[in-house]
């Protein structure tokens, strides 16, 4: 049985699962036109379409590999399954560094630091200018959006708390 067959049909339940939850949440005096419950709801029926998204992939992938198979056409693996485990891991210790390094360095920082370490990781040529540019213009272009457009503050970092 195809792995995405499965993520789909475990992430429909928990989309099942969360809308039925959601439906107990009561009204509050302080509840507006959408409710208490709205978001919730919104956010399972995404999910849910996300589940029905990796379903119907999946039987896509059956149904393409039954015809490549009576066309005598070579069996190809799928790319996902030539991602090993310590890749998983890789990513894994990226997103720890950058919850370790955040309160220290700030929202920019380890946000730049983080976008050019996964595009080295990914491969991205150590020399080239367009891996800094890219992280400090990707990190700068995030907290624009955070900060500035939709009013979310940042954090400033414990190093840099003394200079702005």
Request: charged share 15%; glycine share 10%.
């Amino acid at each position: 049985m195809n792995k995405d067959l499965l993520s789909g049909a475990a992430l429909l339940a928990v989309a099942g699962t969360y809308y039925t939850w959601s439906t107990q949440i009561a009204d509050s005096t302080l509840s507006d036109e959408i409710g208490a419950d709205g978001l919730p709801k919104v956010l399972s029926v995404l999910l849910a379409i996300l589940a029905a998204c990796l379903i119907g992939r999946a039987l896509l992938a059956v149904r393409l590999h039954a015809v490549a198979a009576t066309t005598g056409k070579a069996d190809e693996e799928e790319e996902d399954e030539n991602a090993p485990l310590p890749r998983a891991l890789g990513f894994l210790l990226f997103g720890a560094a950058y919850v370790f390094l955040l309160p220290f360095v700030g929202y920019i920082v380890a946000t730049a630091l983080l976008i050019g370490g996964i595009a080295l990781y990914e491969g991205a040529q150590r020399r080239s200018w367009i891996v800094p540019a890219a992280a400090i213009g990707g990190a700068v272009f995030y907290w624009a959006i955070f900060v500035k457009l939709l009013g979310v503050n940042q954090p400033m970092g414990s190093i840099f708390q003394g200079l702005f």
